[in-house]
């Protein structure tokens, strides 16, 4: 069987570890407001809706994974395919988003 290059990782948020969380970069990329409303711990806010989205990662290394995660799955669905096509090679999307994280709590 033939898989493409760029394959479309997914985790539930719920299943994320600690251990997750201290080898990789967590990014949520929800809005300024609902990342002040509550986020995960040790997150970075990129919201999905700047400008400036892509240019926001310049500095973050491709060597580790990333975790990205917003209100319940489609923005972060959609960075993920963005950052892959950037060249980051470990991009998780955490199906469910922060919705399905505090229900959980």
């Keep these: ?28 990329v929800r809005t300024p407001d609902e990342f002040t409303a509550g986020h995960l711990d040790n997150a970075l806010n990129v919201n999905w809706f700047d400008e400036g989205f892509r240019d926001k990662f310049e500095g973050i290394s491709k ?20 950052l892959d096509s950037l060249g980051y090679e470990n991009v998780i999307n955490l199906t469910g988003g922060y919705d399905a994280y505090a229900k959980n709590k």
């Design 1 to 28: 069987m033939i898989s493409s290059c760029a394959q479309n990782k997914e985790k539930p948020i719920t299943e994320l570890s600690q251990k997750d969380v201290d080898s990789g970069i967590l990014i949520d």
């Design 63 to 82: 060597d580790k994974p990333i975790y990205v995660y917003c209100k319940m799955g489609g923005r972060s669905a959609k960075a993920a395919k963005l």
